[in-house]
């Protein structure tokens, strides 16, 4: 298993925890020991279930349990999953979101599923290269996301998740054809321009996408009467894609100064004083148990090759991104359809 660092230090490398390990024996079939807990390697069992799909059961679980019970094994997690203590965390609500996350992992030491996840496939025209980010999530601490390329949009999924949002769900979507200018840096500062800007390019966005959903209507008519004819939806999209052909073809501006707004919350107080570009975007968040979900605007905030940023309009607050550079052997994407449908069935799984 790879562990984020410690929050909030995105830019620290991924820690590995072994889970299980496989005695290739002659002779005899193989053997299959649990790595889980504290006590050393135990039986364990592994079960092929169908292609890229495997599973494990540990057959001793009493080696994952502590002498000072619950409250031990708890205090153990989190200086392994935290670097810190309880007395550390003084916030309420922080304390309460990873006592849930202690409750709801640990239901699972015993049996888990894996399934094949693929990277996503680059092509010349990313923004960046695509892979998988350490992100800060507030009090959730660090966790990891997938950035892919679809287009004019950008998506962020999560691949480990929190009592919020669960692994699988599209955390953030960057909308490429709407780049957004930032104030000078004297107003950067001002929380209340830039919500102006943001809800004045989601108002340009939803006008957009009525004049689409419009013009595919009369498209529609036009083809019942016989008289198929490009109508605004065509049209818009020409135009749109003009536009970002010119952006792409222009050369790259210069890096601008970045700044966060006064009031917007951040886990990591390190981030990057300049910025290559910014978009407007979109972000899921939920109550807990993934209740009442909704997208709600944003800008995404790309920083260079390795790191960006989103900031959270509503929750004012702000996740700073920074790239895993582990290499992973075997995981690239058969082609784009195997990487869609990858996407389309974890995200299935925990809606």
């Excluded at 193989?30 to 890229?52: L, R, W």
């Excluded at 601490?141 to 950008?154: D, N, W």
């Excluded at 009442?292 to 390795?306: A, K, M, N, Q, Y």
């Amino acid at each position: 298993m790879y562990l984020p660092p410690h929050d909030p230090h995105v830019d620290d490398p991924m820690r590995f925890k072994p889970l299980f390990r496989i005695h290739l024996m002659e002779r005899k079939s193989a053997t299959v020991e649990c790595m889980y807990g504290h006590k050393g390697p135990h039986n364990g069992h592994i079960q092929i279930v169908k292609k890229d799909e495997f599973s494990t059961k540990c057959n001793q679980t009493d080696h994952h349990r502590m002498a000072g019970g619950r409250q031990e094994e708890f205090r153990t997690w989190l200086r392994e999953e935290w670097g810190r203590t309880l007395e550390d965390i003084f916030h309420e609500h922080m304390q309460e979101l990873i006592l849930m996350k202690f409750i709801y992992t640990s239901q699972y030491d015993n049996c888990l599923t894996y399934r094949r996840i693929f990277l996503p496939p680059c092509s010349p025209d990313d923004l960046i290269k695509p892979g998988l980010f350490k992100g800060t999530y507030g009090s959730h601490g660090l966790e990891i996301v997938m950035l892919s390329f679809h287009g004019k949009k950008a998506k962020g999924t999560k691949i480990t998740g929190d009592p919020n949002i669960p692994a699988g769900q599209q955390t953030v979507e960057i909308d490429l054809a709407h780049p957004i200018r930032l104030p000078d840096i004297e107003n950067q500062s001002n929380f209340s321009e830039l919500s102006r800007i943001v809800l004045e390019v989601q108002e340009q966005v939803r006008r957009e996408q009525q004049g689409l959903e419009e013009g595919a209507q009369e498209g529609k008519e036009l083809e019942e009467e016989g008289q198929p004819q490009p109508g605004p939806c065509q049209r818009e999209e020409d135009r749109a894609g003009a536009s970002a052909a010119g952006e792409g073809e222009a050369a790259q501006p210069p890096p601008q100064p970045f700044v966060l707004p006064a009031g917007v919350a951040s886990r990591n107080e390190d981030y990057p004083r300049t910025c290559r570009a910014c978009f407007y975007g979109t972000g899921l968040i939920a109550g807990h148990g993934f209740t009442s979900p909704e997208r709600t605007p944003g800008v995404f905030v790309l920083f260079d090759d390795d790191r960006f940023g989103f900031i959270w309009l509503e929750l004012q607050s702000f996740s700073l991104y920074s790239r895993i550079k582990v290499s992973f052997q075997n995981a690239e994407a058969p082609s784009r359809e195997a990487f869609d449908e990858m996407l389309k069935n974890i995200q299935l799984l925990t809606s």
